[in-house]
């Protein structure tokens, strides 16, 4: 089973970047049976459900993102390194929530789910 530990969470002020890290470990490290698929970002902000914000593909060519982040936020993994990256720039109050990692997303038609695993989150605050 894999694990996922984020990192780079933190207080910031609108208009700061921040670069967000999630490792995945696991019992197994041979890259055939290793596969975290695509993984992804979530947010939960205070008193809001958890909502999608990107997700990348196992080979990094292919990248989605929320509307609200979209041009201001990037995602990217390494897989030599098992880690997934979210760059954030122009960060506004409004992205203050805790993010989580996500592994092996699946495309509903509407939405995304994870048939993998959770990180337990890093908290994003962006004071105004």
């Known amino acids: 089973q894999v694990q996922l530990g984020e990192s780079g969470g933190g207080l910031v002020q609108a208009g700061d970047s921040r670069r967000l890290s999630c490792a995945a470990s696991?019992?197994?490290?041979?890259?055939?049976?290793?596969?975290?698929?695509?993984m992804g970002w979530f947010r939960q902000a205070s008193g809001k459900e958890r909502e999608f914000v990107a997700a990348?593909?196992?080979?990094?060519?292919?990248?989605y993102y929320e509307d609200s982040v979209k041009g201001r936020f990037t995602i990217s993994r390494d897989n030599a390194k098992n880690t997934v990256y979210l760059q954030m720039n122009s960060l506004k109050p409004e992205d203050t929530a805790v993010y989580y990692c996500?592994?092996?997303?699946?495309?509903?038609?509407?939405?995304?789910?994870?048939?993998?695993?959770w990180g337990r989150g890093t908290q994003v605050t962006v004071s105004s």
């Open positions: 696991g019992q197994s490290f041979n890259t055939e049976s290793f596969n975290t698929g695509t």
């Open positions: 996500a592994s092996d997303l699946r495309w509903s038609g509407d939405r995304w789910y994870t048939f993998g695993s």
């Open positions: 990348i593909r196992t080979s990094g060519s292919d990248t």
